[in-house]
């Protein structure tokens, strides 16, 4: 599996759950970039990796290293497919650059917000949703 990477801001922390030895939280993030058209998604850690979670809160803004995962339904769901997003690491953005990365001059970073607030906005998303 390659891992890919997503950033959103959390407007969900649930509990942990575990069922026997095995642990699991989700989480859910909205990944837009144009409010107008949210895009949440539930992302999930496991076991040992539940504790990255831990002091989220609604509004922190957040970058995942994630894997996708997927196993065919049983019984009753027999012929569907379930496909789950899987957390492998976090980080912390702040300033709009995740706190890993975050090793670049006060001028630079400022330089570099500069340079997208002045990119115009293009609604060119068809969708009516």
């Given amino acids: 599996m390659k891992p890919f990477f997503i950033q959103g801001e959390v407007k969900k922390v649930n509990p942990v759950q575990e069922f026997g030895d095995f642990k699991v939280q989700r989480i859910i993030i909205d990944i837009t970039d144009n409010p107008k058209y949210p895009c949440p998604i539930e992302v999930q850690a496991k076991n040992k990796k539940v ?4 002091g989220l809160t609604v509004g922190q803004e ?3 290293d994630c894997v996708l ?6 019984d009753k769901y027999e012929g569907k497919v379930f496909v789950n997003v899987t957390a492998l690491e976090m980080a912390y953005v702040q300033t709009g650059v995740p706190e890993s990365i975050s090793n670049v001059s006060d001028d630079e970073a400022q330089a570099a917000q500069e340079a ?4 115009p906005e293009v609604d ?3 969708s009516p949703f």
């Fill in 69 to 74: 995962e997927g196993k065919w339904g049983k």
């Fill in 116 to 119: 997208v607030a002045n990119i």
């Fill in 62 to 64: 957040i970058q995942l």
């Fill in 51 to 54: 504790e990255m979670f831990s």
């Fill in 124 to 126: 060119d998303d068809p």
